[in-house]
């Protein structure tokens, strides 16, 4: 069989209220449409859903990644989809929609795009995350200890086919660069820059021993795009589990820890990240917590088997609890850092109008 491609394709194309929540008509129009280019075997399969105000497009296919049928019709839904969102008078309708002409390749014009191409094994356990009210590199904690902390991920240790490793594609958003780390040998080099997941994220994950893609997101920084502030570009992320690749409960187990990540109110604070079942996945309070959503699937010839809500689970309560602790500490900061982000990472301020504005009574010290 060929290689099966799953790609996940999510834009911010308006929501209910305000930065809330997908609109069931929006989810509607997604799946027809998704439906259609099943029936015409553009893809094989396909899951719509939203984790808070973005639209996640969940489509399997044999054409690999970054095909320009495939992004085409991820495309023409967010089109479709925005239009229904103007007609609704929806909050933010069209929003990461930054161009509208589409030339080949979603990648660069708003929406996060994260695909990978394998040969489907005997049993292929994937996991799709998807998060709302952060940024690309807010995965950057959880995939250093998926694949590089045996503390996390005993198998690195006790099972022989992950005893070699995994290596990191980093990218630095900044210079549009990449550069790539093994683990466990560089971990310390890999470090210095993944713990600054502002700049550095990592988008794919490969095992040593056989090069197999193992993890991929998506790390498109909207501002950088628009050149403005348009919204946190709201990541996701595609990691294969089981036989060779880390367990499901090694994959989830960094999340029950809820470390902060940046985003939340104006895209401009450190806020805990919550993992929650998709019931739950809609930010309210100060637009935060952050939160994230974990989909898995099993694949059967790329037909998408599930999902199962995998935070939907008890055992998740201690970590949702911690987080809404660390939000009532962290917002008696008000706009002080560091729970107020430092004045060159927060995504819209109005520091330059007012440095302006009082220029002329700033006294040198001499
Ligand atoms: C965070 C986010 C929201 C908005 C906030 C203000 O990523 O999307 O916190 O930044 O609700 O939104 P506007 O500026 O659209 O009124
Ligand atoms: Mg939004
Ligand atoms: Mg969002």
């Not at 008000?334 to 430092?342: A, C, M, Q």
């Amino acid at each position: 069989m060929e290689k099966i491609t799953i790609s996940l394709i999510k834009a911010d194309i308006g929501s209910l209220v305000g930065h809330g929540r997908v609109h069931p008509d929006i989810i509607k129009t997604a799946e027809e449409l998704l439906q259609k280019a099943k029936d015409e075997h553009l893809i094989i399969d396909f899951f719509v859903t939203n984790c808070g105000d973005d639209l996640e497009l969940i489509m399997t296919h044999q054409k690999f990644i970054e095909n320009p049928e495939i992004h085409k019709l991820a495309f023409d839904t967010f089109m479709k989809c925005a239009e229904v969102a103007k007609s609704l008078k929806l909050y933010g309708a069209g929003q990461d929609l930054l161009k509208t002409a589409f030339s080949g390749n979603i990648k660069g014009m708003g929406p996060g795009v994260c695909e990978m191409a394998f040969e489907e094994r005997k049993s292929e356990p994937i996991v799709c995350f998807m998060a709302d009210k952060t940024e690309p590199g807010a995965w950057n904690m959880a995939l250093y200890k998926i694949f590089a902390d045996p503390f996390n991920t005993p198998g690195l240790v006790i099972d022989p086919s992950m005893h070699s490793g995994f290596s990191f594609e980093v990218h630095d958003l900044f210079e549009h660069k990449k550069i790539r780390f093994s683990a466990p040998s560089e971990i310390y080099d890999l470090l210095v820059f993944i713990g600054a997941p502002a700049r550095y994220c990592i988008k794919s994950v490969f095992r040593n021993s056989d090069n197999e893609i193992a993890a991929v997101s998506s790390t498109d920084r909207l501002s950088l795009i628009a050149g403005h502030y348009v919204g946190k570009d709201d990541p996701a992320l595609i990691v294969r589990s089981q036989s060779g690749f880390p367990a499901i409960g090694e994959i989830l187990e960094p999340f029950a820890f809820p470390y902060l990540v940046a985003g939340g109110m104006r895209g401009s604070h450190n806020v805990p990240l919550m993992p929650v079942s998709l019931k739950d996945a809609h930010p309210t309070r100060f637009d935060a917590p952050a939160r994230v959503v974990a989909l898995g699937f099993q694949l059967n010839n790329g037909k998408l088997q599930g999902p199962v809500d995998l935070f939907d689970d008890p055992a998740f309560d201690l970590a949702r609890q911690k987080c809404n602790e660390i939000m009532d500490y962290i917002r008696k900061h008000g706009t002080f850092e560091p729970h107020r982000l430092p004045l060159d990472e927060m995504e819209y301020t109005t520091l330059p109008e007012v440095r302006k504005k009082l220029e002329k009574r700033f006294e040198s010290l001499g």
